[in-house]
């Protein structure tokens, strides 16, 4: 049967009160539609990242069966027992199942994937997990602005609170998904201008007792959310009106924007993956309801507690993002830094483009900003450094006191001082630091770091003890493999500094030395050697093929011209000769090379300079 035809038989049916015909068709869903039509997606998505591991027992269950402690199928039902029927866990697990799962596709989809090597106890079992009871009322109530219809229980296993404050007839939880909803959609689609993806008028929302948030499921060439009936039990958040509240509000602007994603590209590409999709879905839970903050949860290991989360950027910065929900302050530095209408246009680039990177779509974004994403997740790394109690009056984030304190790999108190070890950050990755000057140290903050590959940055913030802040970003240049940061703040007035060394390549590991002394900041006027030459950024970019890249000379010198890919390989030489002052234009074309990120450099006897420009073809 074609998947939208089951898919209206269900519409029908499951409204029609009939319990055993619910009973029926929710089982038709779950392994018709949400496997076929979900499925559907992925299977085109070689790139959709499936994990189970980022809850604690769903981790745990993973090594686990790697380890033979558990065979596939109790492993999986185990699984199932955590979201669905956590009394049936098994005792050593229970334990660690003390927050909900935020997301159980992954779960379903192991499931499926499996579901031919597993015997019939097993599948039956499952499917009793996950089939809803049958013995409640189907009520129904449409939103205000008319824009979602909620279907819910008012009596049995998935009710909701029964409370109706205002007489309405309708129980103030469903008013208030209600508002939810109307609100989610009035700011991510009408005012952000994001992708509508109400292809059913109304969009339809269901609400089950279960031990995870919500969920958004892909059928009929369109997609429906399901809430949790109560959220009893769940983390604290900071809304006024209580956690209850709040963890509706949110999980209704994240499901939304899980729908929204389906809209714009069917979770295909990177940008579908689990990570990048889960990552996304929690921002618009900050930037819809900001007086929720259910995202502390996730990047603190304590809702109340300035230690961090050991998943999260401030707990384990040497982890790349994406890394889902604990990874939402990576993106919402670019709000805080761009506004929202950034992602707006970097999901644009999205949907327009078939399994686009999603981190190609950020470059595209930043350089019609005037910017490059080395440089953006270098400063947005600093900002994580300087959180919690580490917080300056000016510098970071718009919550930073609110937030943990960063994971430092070492503190400096007496200088010279060096890292003891040669250490190693793998892609996107950083390591913190904090340096705290012993008084009347005299001269200059001095910061040297040696590493093996190209494409590193240092971020340098001085907090001074008149409370002012300053910072500082470097960058390794092509074919460079040392950097030697010689600041002019005198150690003598800084109360501590605090590094970020991040690995700014997209999929290359490095190693590196860092030390720490103080300096003599050279007087020398810089001014005479920028006059020598001018190079502007090239034009267009991004570009495909070709581009120009403009310089102007003051004074007769010997210049040369060349392009290097990512990795700091020389691709072309595009002149070394000498030349006269004047304004000197060349065209560099990429016919043959395929897209990514370059680099190019012109260099005269005194100086270098070294610019980055994006091929997209």
């Not at 998505?45 to 189970?52: A, G, L, P, R, V």
């Not at 919550?399 to 250490?423: G, K, V």
Request: proline residues 5%; aromatic residues 14%.
């Amino acid at each position: 049967m074609d998947e939208p035809v089951i898919y209206d038989l269900f519409r029908q049916m499951y409204i029609s009160k009939l319990p055993y015909m619910r009973t029926l068709l929710y089982q038709i869903l779950l392994f018709g539609l949400l496997f076929s039509g979900f499925d559907s997606a992925l299977a085109q998505n070689q790139h959709f990242e499936i994990h189970t591991h980022h809850h604690p027992v769903l981790q745990k269950i993973d090594e686990m069966s790697e380890t033979g402690q558990l065979t596939k199928e109790d492993a999986l039902l185990q699984k199932f027992y955590t979201g669905f029927s956590p009394d049936k866990l098994s005792n050593h697990l229970t334990e660690l199942n003390k927050t909900p799962v935020k997301c159980m596709v992954p779960v379903m989809k192991e499931f499926y994937s499996i579901r031919d090597q597993l015997s019939e106890a097993v599948i039956s079992e499952i499917e009793n997990l996950i089939t809803r009871s049958d013995d409640s009322q189907t009520s129904e109530y449409l939103s205000p602005a008319g824009n979602f219809i909620f279907y819910y229980e008012t009596s049995g296993n998935d009710a909701v609170p029964a409370e109706d404050s205002n007489n309405s007839g309708v129980p103030d939880y469903i008013e208030k998904a209600a508002f939810a909803a109307d609100s989610s959609y009035r700011y991510q689609v009408e005012q952000l201008g994001f992708t509508d993806f109400r292809l059913t008028d109304p969009y339809e929302v269901f609400f089950r007792n279960f031990n995870f948030y919500g969920t958004t499921t892909a059928s009929g060439g369109t997609t429906y959310i399901t809430i949790h009936n109560n959220f009893i039990g769940f983390p604290p958040n900071t809304h006024p009106e209580g956690h209850q509240t709040g963890a509706l509000y949110v999980t209704i602007a994240h499901e939304v924007k899980h729908a929204i994603q389906y809209a714009a590209n069917q979770w295909r590409g990177s940008a579908g993956s689990f990570n990048w999709s889960e990552m996304d879905a929690t921002l618009m839970e900050e930037t819809v309801f900001d007086d929720v903050n259910d995202y502390y949860n996730y990047i603190k290991s304590g809702f109340d507690s300035f230690e961090p989360n050991s998943n999260s950027i401030f707990g384990n910065p040497q982890s790349a993002t994406p890394g889902a929900y604990w990874h939402i302050t990576w993106m919402l530095y670019f709000v805080e830094q761009f506004g929202m209408d950034f992602w707006v246009d970097v999901w644009s680039h999205v949907e327009e483009t078939a399994n686009i990177n999603f981190f190609e779509a950020t470059e595209i974004e930043l350089t019609a900003r005037g910017t490059d994403l080395s440089e953006q997740h270098l400063k947005n790394h600093l900002w994580h450094a300087a959180a919690g109690e580490f917080s300056t009056n000016d510098f970071g984030f718009q919550e930073r006191e609110f937030y943990p304190n960063a994971n430092l790999i070492a503190t400096f108190e007496e200088l010279p001082d060096s890292l003891p070890n040669e250490r190693t950050l793998g892609a996107r990755a950083a390591n913190y630091l904090k340096v705290l000057p012993p008084l009347n140290e005299n001269g200059q903050a001095k910061i040297t770091v040696e590493h093996s590959e190209p494409n590193f940055g240092i971020g340098t913030l001085a907090v001074f003890n008149n409370g002012t802040t300053d910072y500082r970003l470097d960058f390794s240049t092509v074919n460079t493999t040392s950097m030697e940061i010689q600041t002019n703040w005198a150690l003598e007035s800084i109360e501590r500094l605090h590094i970020a060394v991040v690995n700014t390549s997209l999929d290359q590991s490095a190693q590196y030395k860092l030390f720490v002394e103080s300096g003599e900041f050279s007087t020398i006027d810089s001014t005479e050697l920028a006059r020598q030459f001018e190079l502007k950024q090239n034009f267009p970019n991004p570009f495909n093929p070709s581009t120009t890249i403009q310089f102007q000379l003051f004074e007769p010198t010997n210049v040369s011209l060349k392009v290097y890919d990512s990795l700091g390989r020389l691709i072309e030489t595009i002149i070394n000769q000498d030349l006269p002052p004047a304004n000197h234009q060349f065209s560099f074309d990429a016919s043959g090379l395929p897209s990514g990120v370059y680099f190019y450099r012109l260099s005269t006897p005194e100086r270098q300079e070294t610019r980055k420009m994006l091929l997209i073809k």
